[in-house]
């Protein structure tokens, strides 16, 4: 009787130990909602053989919960539900800006994790980074590696590498489109001037002052529409 006692609980010892292991690597990786909720923004295939992602013709992107994290010091968690606001009577716009690093100089995962610190931008849904409104569920602006499937995984980021990172928002959302705007290009300027590299648009077009200010315009005509349509 002592024998087989002992050998129950050895097993469950093993078997417990083997549920662990499986459920920490589950964590690590994107499970299939984030997967699909990134994949769903499409991919462009370049010329160098990395996949990047890619937002021509999209309206726009739902972020699902992911699982959590154990996350390495200094970065912080957020999981928060997607918003169940309704949906606005104005068509939704997509804006998208790419941060491109030098040709020989791609981002570190360290070197990230650090800019990161002053951005304004929370590890959280989809395991990609979000810049969020006085608690507001919905991002005012989320940003993913470049490469597909565009997630990160801060306890290995000491061996991350990307070519650039993709910032991208939904209108109508949590802050009116100019003021979200101004939020987004702020953090992309400061990552770009912490970290190097050019800005670019969802076509990879050089960002320069003419391109952000059709940007500007088409954002607050965006948002004109979406109050006159508010006031009816």
């Keep these: 009787m002592n024998l087989v006692r002992i050998i129950l609980i050895l097993f469950g010892v093993v078997l417990l130990a083997g549920i662990a292991w499986w459920e920490r690597q589950r964590r690590l990786r994107p499970n299939h909602h984030e997967r699909e909720a990134l994949e769903g923004i499409g991919m462009e295939i370049r010329a160098g053989g990395d ?22 010091p200094g970065i912080v968690r957020e999981d928060t539900p ?19 690093a030098p040709v020989d100089r791609p981002y570190s995962g360290p070197d990230l994790l ?11 849904d989809m395991s990609i980074f979000h810049h969020r409104y006085k608690g507001h569920r919905r991002p005012v602006f989320s940003m993913a590696n470049m490469v597909e499937p565009g997630t990160f995984n801060p306890p290995a980021m000491d061996d ?7 910032f991208f928002m939904r209108l109508p959302g949590q802050v009116k489109g100019p003021q979200a705007l ?12 912490e970290l190097g ?26 948002q004109q529409r979406l109050d006159s349509a508010l006031q009816r």
Excluded at 54 to 71: K, Q, R, V, W, Y
Excluded at 182 to 193: C, E, I
């Design 197 to 222: 590299g050019n800005l670019c648009d969802q076509r990879r077009r050089p960002l320069d002052k003419p391109a952000i200010a059709k940007l500007r315009d088409e954002v607050a005509k965006h």
């Design 114 to 124: 650090t800019a990161l610190q002053d951005a304004a931008l929370v590890y959280g």
């Design 160 to 166: 991350f590498l990307t070519p650039g990172l993709t």
């Design 51 to 72: 996949s990047f992602l890619d937002f021509s013709g999209l309206d726009g992107i739902t972020a699902t919960s992911g699982p959590a994290l154990e996350m390495s």
């Design 82 to 100: 997607p918003s169940s606001s309704p949906s606005p009577v104005v068509e939704e716009k997509l804006v998208v800006i790419n941060l491109v």
């Design 182 to 193: 101004d939020r987004l290009l702020k953090s992309a300027q400061h990552l770009a001037a």
